[in-house]
């Protein structure tokens, strides 16, 4: 019983010291994701760290698993949180969405910026937004960059299924001749079949008309 009561005890400090970071963007102190990926990490080091030890160095064992877990964990919990705050520093006004779920980072780009009805030739107003997620995209470099296209329902499973996929591997092709490792990306349509909005009006067929970009650990 001491022996886990000391487990936690140290395990806790070890999840506070990863959750406590600034911003490397505000300045700010702030309780981050890495400090959960952190902690998460660090229970499951010391629980394995305690049980591949002798009863006698359990206790050494523990915390030592504890601390290389937190650190593997709380590294690309730190990675995501840094990269996050820079798409959103970069994006802003743009039109772009930026979601985070867990490890992974998602860019929503609405038609309405990207492409015109029945178009795969990228909107020349889209450029400068492509410019600059090249420049994250080359100083955050440990992602796979998993490209999606979608259509609205106008037309043909057919012919949207192929518009879409045209589209995604137009923001490939773009990423890749300005220096994105073309290894880091993929490509593909969806078509129409998961639309984010009505495709009754106007403004909700401009939603549907989207890419989106995955990010994701290497």
Do not use: H
Not at 13 to 23: F, K, P, Q, R, Y
Not at 90 to 109: A, C, E, F, H, S
Not at 130 to 146: A, Q, W
Request: proline share 2%; with cysteine; aromatic share 6%.
């Amino acid at each position: 019983m001491k022996f886990w009561r000391n487990l936690a005890v140290a395990v806790l400090g070890l999840s506070v010291l990863a959750g406590c970071t600034n911003n490397p963007y505000t300045g700010e102190s702030e309780a981050s994701k890495a400090g959960i990926y952190g902690g998460v990490g660090a229970v499951a080091g010391a629980l394995v760290g305690a049980a591949t030890s002798s009863k006698k160095d359990r206790g050494k064992g523990a915390l030592i698993g504890a601390a290389v877990g937190g650190a593997a964990g709380g590294g690309y919990g730190y990675y995501a949180d840094t990269q996050e705050a820079k798409l959103r520093q970069t994006l802003q006004g743009t039109g772009v969405q930026v979601q985070r779920n867990g490890n992974d980072l998602k860019l929503i780009m609405p038609g309405n910026i990207t492409f015109a009805s029945n178009s795969a030739d990228i909107s020349s107003s889209f450029y400068p937004t492509l410019n600059s997620l090249v420049l994250v995209f080359k100083e955050f470099d440990k992602n796979g960059v998993d490209i999606v296209g979608y259509t609205d329902s106008t037309g043909s499973t057919e012919l949207n299924n192929n518009l879409s996929n045209r589209r995604a591997q137009s923001v490939s092709s773009y990423l890749s001749a300005n220096g994105v490792a073309a290894s880091r990306l993929s490509a593909y349509g969806a078509g129409s079949s998961q639309p984010i909005a009505s495709n009754t009006t106007e403004a909700g067929r401009a939603q549907n008309r989207r890419v989106e970009i995955n990010l994701r650990p290497l």
